[in-house]
């Protein structure tokens, strides 16, 4: 398994377009085989930043999500909404387990 996460920070006028991208992106992911997870969320107290998590079965699920068509219209409108920073990083190797 996979973990993808980190965090998007947008400009502030532009939020409200970065929210309808990510929806639409979310509802086409979670279809795809190998998603486990897929999440794109507002942090509270920071309208314009936005975390990241996604669990995917493998490096292939993973490298064919990149190869999406819907992954090529949310990285243009990345580009319009003003990307201010991206942390975004890949965790491989891990088990999941539960915490307690």
Request: charged fraction near 25%.
């Amino acid at each position: 398994m996979l973990i993808v996460t980190g965090t998007v920070e947008v400009s502030l006028d532009r939020v409200d377009k970065a929210i309808e991208a990510a929806q639409k992106m979310v509802a086409e992911t979670v279809k795809e085989p190998g998603c486990l997870i897929y999440e794109f969320s507002q942090i509270l107290g920071q309208s314009n930043q936005f975390r990241v998590y996604e669990e995917w079965q493998d490096q292939a699920a993973l490298e064919a999500h990149f190869a999406a068509p819907h992954m090529a219209e949310f990285q243009a409108v990345l580009g319009e909404v003003g990307v201010v920073s991206s942390d975004i990083y890949r965790v491989a190797g891990g088990e999941k387990q539960p915490l307690r």
